[in-house]
DNA sequence: CAGTGGTCTAGACCACCAG
DNA sequence: TGGTGGTCTAGACCACTGA
């Protein structure tokens, strides 16, 4: 049952470190955040006032509202004017975040292993690939596809396409770190993504390749990723095994 | 071809109200998005620097800042220190929004029909809608479900729970303004959803009603949402030809 | 009415990058 | 070394809510 009168953990903020490079206010939010999943702070509990806690946390209003807005994006919070900040009913959150497919499994513990079908230059990607990628139709670009299993099921077919650049990225490489870890290990810091989820049913060679039947459903997410000098550095286009997968995402409204 | 000295297009900005109710700062980022999809700023192009920008403004800075955050947000610009803020090279944006489908295809210019299958209160609703409700296993709730047509086409069947309180929502409200604008004019604001995207095949049911075989793939969204003091207010199960309908949007690293 | 979040200002110092 | 965005402060006024 949430608490009637404001709330505030105080107690679990006296660890703000001013030295740190972490910024003050996202050690506020992370423990905020903590709170919140924890249950220190109960599903429809009211905080207290940010101009009460910027006082309490000898900070200034901005950096405390920062915080809780950042609390807020992730949709663990509510606001309102004139009411005040209340934690979520119910939450299963899961922001909507640039992220790889190989880091999100890593994250839920699961033993992934990754079998590169492709991986060579090509001058003869598909029109689409190649606008995408702002370079020439016969350009050459580098093409990668592989095979992501978890616990030895195959789950995903992925294949992409990049400048021509990466092309000495290694199959060892990709075997034991996923792609976007590659290219940041290189200094590429993708910043922006398109992508667009959809599905349809499965060929031949990918039913084959994931141990299901010719035309059985398939979840597919094609994706454009940019990096942080807006150059387009990526375009995958995905299929999964939707028995094995789904797109989680938790929205908030502005 | 982006220039190489740094851009303001100055006189787009001449008619900022500080009268009207709008923040300033989403009048500038509104006028600022403006001139990126309408080609005024090219991909490339390279921003006057947000000091710069606040004078000419007669802004303060985090108010100009936190317009230019605005649109970075949205997948349209990018920022790096020490270099400054870039147009992004390529971009079809669709920021991840809380929307509703109706307004989703209305925003899109199609002509959609609406047709209610089901219509009323149960008390045997699924125990993982009522448990994402926050209702006991037989409380009453207000089931829903319609036939989203396109150019007459049916596209989708969209399946949902809502509090009882709900269920003096009419068919022909239904048929004329979609679930998120009925909710809306009764002051339901919605904030928060969670949501999973897969895909499955198709029942017999789902592939009458939307003129497939059984068994075809289907795209499927089960969202959560709740209103602005954190209440879920609605749980949705829906799915969608594939090939009439895809989930896209915008992805911003933070 | 008192209390809340929403907006805005005018500074300051720092971290990072390019030349 | 100079210029950029990133962080932080200490105030101010306003708009909206509920009692």
Same mark, same amino acid.
């Given at each position: 049952?949430?608490?009637d009168a404001?709330?505030?953990?105080?107690?679990?903020?006296?660890?703000?470190?001013?030295t740190?490079?972490?910024?003050?206010?996202?050690q #506020?939010?992370?423990?905020l955040e $903590? %709170?919140?999943r924890d249950g220190?702070l109960?599903p429809g509990d009211? @905080?207290?006032?940010?101009i009460?806690?910027?006082?309490?946390?000898? @900070?200034?209003?901005p950096t !405390?509202?920062?915080a809780?807005q950042?609390v807020?994006?992730?949709?663990? @919070?509510?606001?309102?004017?004139?009411i005040?900040?209340?934690?979520?009913?119910?939450? !299963?959150t899961?922001p909507?975040?640039?992220?790889?497919?190989?880091d999100?499994?890593?994250r /839920?513990? !699961?033993?992934?292993t990754?079998? #590169?079908l492709e991986h060579?230059v090509t001058?003869? /990607?598909?029109?689409?690939v190649t606008?995408?990628l702002g #370079?020439?139709?016969e350009?050459? #670009?580098?093409?990668l596809r592989r095979?992501? %299993?978890?616990?030895?099921?195959?789950? /995903?077919?992925l294949?992409?396409?990049?400048?021509a650049?990466?092309?000495?990225?290694?199959i060892?490489e990709l075997?034991?770190g996923g792609?976007?870890?590659n290219?940041?290990?290189?200094?590429v810091?993708?910043k922006?993504?398109?992508?667009?989820? $959809?599905?349809?049913?499965?060929?031949?060679?990918e039913?084959?390749?994931l $141990? @299901?039947e010719p $035309?059985?459903?398939?979840l597919t997410m094609?994706?454009?990723a940019?990096?942080?000098?807006?150059r387009a550095?990526?375009?995958?286009?995905? %299929?999964?095994?939707?028995?094995m997968y789904?797109f989680?995402?938790t929205?908030?409204a502005?």
């Amino acid at each position: 049952m949430p608490r009637d009168a404001p709330v505030w953990p105080a107690d679990r903020f006296v660890d703000l470190d001013r030295t740190s490079p972490v910024p003050l206010y996202h050690q #506020v939010a992370a423990i905020l955040e $903590g %709170c919140i999943r924890d249950g220190t702070l109960a599903p429809g509990d009211r @905080l207290e006032n940010e101009i009460e806690v910027a006082r309490r946390l000898n @900070l200034s209003r901005p950096t !405390v509202r920062r915080a809780i807005q950042d609390v807020v994006d992730k949709g663990l @919070l509510v606001r309102r004017r004139g009411i005040g900040t209340q934690v979520v009913r119910s939450f !299963v959150t899961r922001p909507v975040e640039l992220t790889s497919l190989y880091d999100d499994l890593d994250r /839920a513990h !699961v033993r992934q292993t990754t079998r #590169v079908l492709e991986h060579g230059v090509t001058t003869s /990607a598909p029109a689409e690939v190649t606008e995408r990628l702002g #370079v020439g139709d016969e350009d050459p #670009v580098f093409h990668l596809r592989r095979l992501r %299993c978890i616990d030895g099921a195959p789950m /995903a077919i992925l294949d992409n396409h990049l400048p021509a650049e990466f092309a000495d990225i290694t199959i060892p490489e990709l075997e034991t770190g996923g792609l976007y870890r590659n290219l940041s290990s290189r200094g590429v810091v993708l910043k922006v993504a398109n992508q667009r989820i $959809g599905a349809r049913g499965a060929t031949d060679d990918e039913a084959h390749r994931l $141990g @299901l039947e010719p $035309g059985a459903p398939l979840l597919t997410m094609a994706r454009t990723a940019m990096d942080d000098s807006g150059r387009a550095v990526e375009v995958g286009r995905h %299929c999964y095994r939707p028995d094995m997968y789904a797109f989680e995402s938790t929205l908030v409204a502005r």
